[in-house]
């Protein structure tokens, strides 16, 4: 079955850089590479937020507005593995944050997620 597992979390300080990843399972290569690709986050109390996606293909990548210029989202498809390169990470960049796979079908998959935190 399908498997999304994240990686990379942490505690930062401000203005420290991480990097997540998101290593997916059960698809072949021929599907993985139609899926559109997502990072969400959420933290107590409010709903779960998108953060980033890449589409099929490595396109048009889009990014929350909070984190633009700061995030920068990537895949490896021969790997089924997404990334999330996070620099000058702020203290309300503090989430579990969770990759999600949609298929050319809508069908949707989460990890489980990870945690980072940014305090001094």
């Known amino acids: 079955q399908v498997q999304l597992v994240e990686s990379g979390g942490g505690l930062v300080q401000p203005g420290e850089s991480l990097t997540l990843s998101c290593a997916a399972s059960?698809?072949?290569?021929?599907?993985?590479?139609?899926?559109?690709m997502s990072w969400y986050r959420q933290t107590p109390g409010k709903e779960r937020e998108p953060v980033a996606v890449?589409?099929?293909?490595?396109?048009?990548?889009n990014y929350a507005d909070s984190v633009k210029g700061r995030f920068t989202i990537s895949r490896d498809d021969y790997k089924r593995t997404i990334y999330l390169q996070m620099n000058s990470l702020k203290p309300e960049d503090t989430a579990v944050y969770y990759c999600?796979?949609?298929?050319?079908?809508?069908?949707?998959?989460w990890g489980q997620g990870t945690q980072v935190t940014v305090s001094s």
């Open positions: 999600r796979a949609r298929t050319l079908e809508t069908f949707e998959y």
């Open positions: 059960g698809f072949t290569l021929s599907t993985y590479v139609l899926n559109s």
């Open positions: 890449i589409p099929s293909g490595s396109g048009l990548t």
